[in-house]
């Protein structure tokens, strides 16, 4: 089965930092561009950044400067960097995978900002 397993989310003050982590399994990792999406209650999901399986970097205007994407292939696994945190930083945050037709999304975890 397809799956993607986030980690890494928690409670932190303003200021702070936090790794996430996604685990991609059952699929082809080298085929999919990886990507964290972000959501708040009232407000639409959005994209926070993605990686393609060669290392190319997209990243949203918002947090380009505090967080950073990548990838370690080998361990089919998509990471988040989040540094700077500030309370709008605060949402679900969603591991996707695309391929094609395909996308595949992990349950999320909460990232909470606040003192």
């Known amino acids: 089965q397809v799956q993607l397993v986030e980690s890494g989310g928690g409670l932190v003050q303003p200021g702070g930092s936090l790794k996430l982590s996604c685990v991609a399994s059952?699929?082809?990792?080298?085929?999919?561009?990886m990507g964290w999406y972000r959501q708040s209650p009232g407000r639409q999901r959005e994209l926070v950044a993605d990686?393609?399986?060669?290392?190319?970097?997209n990243t949203a205007d918002s947090v380009k400067d505090r967080f950073t994407i990548s990838r370690d292939n080998a361990k089919n696994t998509v990471y988040l960097q989040l540094n700077s945190l500030r309370s709008e930083d605060t949402a679900v945050y969603y591991c996707?995978?695309?391929?094609?037709?395909?996308?595949?999304w992990g349950q999320g975890t909460q990232v909470t900002v606040s003192s």
């Open positions: 990686i393609t399986y060669g290392g190319r970097t």
């Open positions: 059952g699929l082809t990792f080298s085929s999919y561009i």
């Open positions: 996707h995978g695309k391929w094609g037709p395909r996308d595949v």
